[in-house]
């Protein structure tokens, strides 16, 4: 079976993020970039899969501007063994990406798409549904584990009152959650092995996607500051500020 | 304008998160409810929410686990009477409406804060470092809300007639197995007026039962920072923060949580925020209204006894 990871290019998850003065946006500029944390994870999952003999091969694809090769260079790193860059300067909306994926997935027909369950840039948590919407697919959300049996996946999801399984029809869109797995550092040989991978860069034209916004952002701003209070000297000092001041209690 | 909302039911109860979705979708236009699967109880709570219009009930059985594929297509199916449909950023609401969006062609807004007008909202991004306003330009809006920025419709006051949805071709791709839910006497997160918190200081999941006895002379919900989860000390469904859930409680009590921005996502439109923490420099302190620096091992005994005094 062939698996398809698609992996995002964001700001790397330990940089305090800054908005731009004239409100239009978030700085990436000389920002550190990495692959989106919940990506790896579904990296790692497919990886896992071939190495237990279930995948024959992995495919990663990423989309964005061209130096999202780097963040395909990072799943090959990991154990992908090649990569599709689709490339524009347009901003991708998670609708527009779920369409350039759909055609891609229509040439490369993977038997299971493995994906982050949210980018941590726009925070969406939408691309996986959203995918599987428009090929049709059975969808596994904010996945714990996976098992796959057949032409059939079982997938144990993080809901909001604990866990849930549920059983998908293949193919179909897996999306991670936090607890699928932890994964690994790529080794330096599998570095110097991945820059040999080849990686195929298309356009969105190629793919017949228009990848036009639908969402005009109209300004971006600081959240409102919380102040920083108090240091108090004891827990009764504590409890007596939450009954008398706060009165929260 | 009118806006259809999908609730998320158990019983007789619409969960909090819902009734923030119809709050929501009160500033937007007459408000209809969608109740889907087999509950009876639940198509009454719906129509005694107030602001509610019309409820409509599809109770097809298989739409009783909320699985995303006949979800979706229901919702599509509605779709053509409404200008927007909305839910609530809970998981049924995250894994069914993008879903929904899709086939309509349209881009979902997700966790949506505030509604400025029909088609301009503000959202949450980088985990709530930066707020974004958004314009769609489609024709019909895919909404999930942010429960913890709108105060959820009354429970009672309405009386709204109910209708029985048209039944709609299920697809047949996807079957619920089971569900293992943790089982609590406490409130849940998302709707409790007091949270405590514990993180990686409290070392392991027997000590969480520490918060316990305060939680409960507090009648607080118990969660979680993302790194206590992550080592096993508590289930996932316990987890705050901007992966986990967006809890804005009157009082949250952070314990042994450092701070990280994701978790600080979570919970920082909290009205009071408390922490306690050895570590002085944690960045926890730096949203706190009152914090203590003190071993959390003394601290908590201390404040249970403290809080149990008449």
Not at chain 2, 163 to 175: D, G, K, N, T, Y
Not at chain 2, 247 to 259: C, F, H, K, Q, R
């Given at each position: 079976m062939k698996i398809l990871v698609p992996v995002k290019r964001v700001v790397d998850y330990n940089v305090k993020v800054r908005v731009k003065a004239d409100g239009s946006g978030v700085e990436t500029q000389g920002v550190k970039m990495s692959m989106n944390p919940f990506d790896e994870i579904a990296v790692e999952e497919a990886v896992r899969l071939k190495e237990k003999g279930?995948?024959?091969?992995?495919?990663?694809?990423?989309?964005?501007?061209?130096?999202?090769a780097e963040t395909i260079r990072t799943a090959l790193a990991m154990g992908a063994d090649r990569g599709i860059l689709v490339e524009t300067d347009v901003e991708l909306q998670p609708l527009a990406v779920a369409k350039l994926l759909r055609a891609i997935v229509q040439k490369e027909q993977p038997g299971l798409v493995v994906m982050g369950k949210q980018a941590i840039d726009d925070d969406m948590n939408a691309t996986g549904q959203m995918l599987a919407a428009l090929l049709g697919w059975a969808q596994g959300t904010f996945a714990s584990k996976v098992v796959i049996d057949g032409s059939k996946a079982v997938v144990t999801r993080e809901v909001d009152g604990g866990l849930e399984t549920v059983e998908i029809h293949l193919p179909a869109i897996v999306t991670t959650d936090l607890r699928l797995n932890e994964p690994r550092y790529a080794s330096l040989p599998n570095i110097m092995k991945a820059r040999k991978?080849?990686?195929?860069?298309?356009?969105?034209?190629?793919?017949?996607?228009?990848?036009?916004?639908?969402?005009?952002?109209?300004?971006?701003a600081e959240p409102p500051k919380r102040q920083a209070g108090v240091k108090l000297k004891s827990v009764a000092e504590l409890v007596a500020k939450l009954k008398l001041e706060a009165k929260v209690i | 304008m009118t806006v259809l909302v999908l609730l998320d039911h158990e019983g007789s109860v619409i969960k909090q998160p819902s009734r923030s979705?119809?709050?929501?979708?009160?500033?937007?236009?007459?408000?209809?409810?969608?109740?889907?699967?087999?509950?009876?109880?639940?198509?009454?709570?719906?129509?005694?929410i107030a602001g509610v219009a019309k409820v409509?009930?599809?109770?097809?059985?298989?739409?009783?686990?909320?699985?995303?594929?006949p979800l979706a297509a229901l919702l599509v199916a509605l779709a053509p009477g409404y200008t927007h449909l909305l839910a609530g950023s809970t998981a049924i609401g995250?894994?069914?409406?993008?879903?929904?969006?899709?086939?309509?062609?349209?881009?979902?807004?997700?966790?949506?804060?505030?509604?400025?007008?029909?088609?301009?909202?503000?959202?949450?991004i980088y985990a709530g470092n930066a707020l974004a306003t958004v314009r769609s330009s489609d024709a019909i809006k895919v909404i999930t809300v942010r429960a913890a920025s709108f105060d959820p419709a009354p429970s009672e006051g309405g009386?709204?007639?109910?209708?029985?949805?048209?039944?709609?071709?299920?697809?047949?791709?996807?079957?619920?197995?089971?569900?293992?839910?943790?089982k609590s006497e406490r409130p849940e997160l998302t709707a409790a007026r007091v949270v405590i918190s514990g993180g990686r200081g409290m070392q392991n999941g027997e000590n969480f039962k520490l918060l316990d006895p305060i939680a409960d002379l507090l009648g607080a919900a118990v969660g979680a920072s993302r790194a206590a989860v992550d080592a096993g000390f508590v289930p996932n469904d316990y987890q705050v923060g901007q992966t986990g859930k967006i809890?804005?409680?009157?009082?949250?009590?952070?314990?042994?949580?450092?701070?990280a921005i994701q978790h600080l996502a979570g919970m920082k439109d909290s009205k009071v925020i408390v922490a306690i923490n050895k570590d002085e420099e944690a960045p926890i302190f730096q949203v706190a209204d009152y914090g203590l620096v003190a071993d959390l091992f003394t601290a908590l005994p201390e404040l249970a006894d403290e809080l149990a005094r008449p």
């Open positions: 279930i995948a024959t091969e992995i495919v990663a694809v990423s989309l964005g501007l061209a130096n999202c991978k080849p990686i195929e860069t298309m356009k969105p034209a190629d793919l017949g996607v228009d990848p036009a916004p639908r969402l005009t952002t109209v300004s971006v | 979705a119809v709050a929501a979708a009160m500033k937007l236009g007459e408000v209809h409810a969608l109740v889907a699967g087999t509950n009876p109880e639940a198509a009454a709570a719906a129509a005694a409509i009930v599809a109770g097809d059985v298989a739409y009783d686990h909320a699985m995303a594929e995250k894994n069914v409406m993008p879903r929904a969006a899709a086939l309509l062609d349209v881009q979902p807004i997700s966790d949506v804060a505030a509604v400025i007008d029909a088609d301009t909202f503000i959202r949450p009386h709204a007639p109910i209708e029985a949805a048209a039944a709609v071709a299920i697809p047949s791709l996807s079957r619920f197995v089971s569900a293992e839910l943790s809890v804005a409680p009157d009082l949250y009590v952070a314990i042994g949580i450092s701070g």
